[in-house]
């Protein structure tokens, strides 16, 4: 696994895919992902995403299965990982693959018959976005293990297809034709899956902020921080106001960061003494952050702090402060 910082690095030294924070390369049996130590919104979902990939070529080195399933079990465990999708309802592949199937821009027949093509760095399939083919692949997978009887059938068609030594040139018709064998008419399995589709819960924002909520209370400084991360998106900072206090003073760095970073344009005076507190300790853009918050007109307990920075490193953003 080759871990990168910035995605131009990972154009150049690792031929990265343009506009992908991860990508596998089966030549070369190796992984890159661009990485900030797991902060950003997507990191760890694309992580098992990848390792998906890495795993079947490990396990069945001599068999490169359909892109349809390939990209649609990773996508199907990407979710199982996903804070934001309980029971790898994956929310936003969820909406993308609902709207295709509905305006009848998602024949089975296209997605099963699909293949990735990867040129000059970029992406592209025949007949389909990448984001909606990714979508779809998720949703019909997640329909095939949604269903008991179809669930056997799917096993079954694993099973199979990676006994098949099947080759690249004839993969997606196997495939397709031991996925009818096991699971049924491409008619009836799309019938099934639109209906699948439809019927899954979108999840509403304030569904989804409980089920942040929950995970703020975790062990975990990376999952206190992601759950508060998604709930300053989600929710109204007014709503989140006791449990930004509370984290000012989490154990985590990164945590206290993320909260003085939300609470930055809504202050309260309960906050001043954890916010001065943490100027020591906050990084360049935490402590501007605290800075900013600190200089409200409510914060005047903070003016000799702020004193102090203005004739320090924060020079800049302590006199914009002190200003206000």
């Given at each position: ?47 098992v ?33 996903d ?14 693959a ?40 998720w ?26 030594g ?11 034709s ?12 799309q ?87 943490n100027l ?45």
């Amino acid at each position: 696994v080759w871990l990168f910082r910035a995605k131009e690095e990972s154009l150049t030294r690792a031929d990265g895919v343009r506009g992908a924070l991860g990508h596998f390369d089966a030549a070369l049996d190796r992984s890159a992902l661009i990485w900030d130590g797991g902060t950003g919104e997507t990191g760890w979902p694309i992580a098992v995403h990848e390792a998906c990939h890495h795993y079947f070529r490990r396990r069945f080195p001599g068999v490169l299965a359909p892109t349809w399933y390939s990209e649609g079990i990773a996508c199907y465990f990407e979710g199982l990982q996903d804070l934001t999708a309980p029971h790898a309802v994956a929310r936003l592949r969820l909406e993308t693959a609902r709207a295709a199937l509905l305006r009848g821009n998602a024949k089975l027949e296209a997605v099963l018959s699909a293949r990735a093509d990867l040129r000059d760095g970029k992406l592209q399939m025949a007949g389909f976005t990448p984001t909606r083919f990714y979508a779809l692949a998720w949703s019909f997978v997640h329909f095939l293990n949604s269903d008991a009887r179809l669930k056997k059938g799917f096993l079954r068609f694993e099973q199979r297809f990676f006994e098949s030594g099947v080759t690249l040139g004839n993969r997606e018709a196997v495939a397709k034709s031991i996925l009818i064998e096991e699971c049924g008419e491409l008619s009836h399995l799309q019938q099934g899956w639109r209906a699948h589709v439809e019927a899954l819960p979108a999840l509403h924002r304030y569904e989804l902020a409980a089920v942040q909520a929950s995970h703020l209370a975790s062990a975990s400084a990376f999952q206190r921080y992601r759950a508060l991360r998604e709930l300053g998106r989600q929710v109204d900072r007014a709503e989140l106001e006791e449990e930004m206090l509370r984290r000012l003073d989490d154990p985590d760095l990164l945590v206290r960061q993320e909260a003085t970073r939300l609470i930055a344009r809504r202050m309260r005076d309960a906050a001043i003494p954890a916010l001065i507190r943490n100027l020591d300790l906050l990084d360049t853009d935490g402590k501007r952050a605290a800075i900013r918050a600190l200089g409200r007109p409510e914060a005047t307990a903070a003016v000799p702090r702020l004193i102090r920075e203005a004739e320090s490193g924060e020079r800049d953003a302590a006199l914009r402060a002190l200003i206000e």
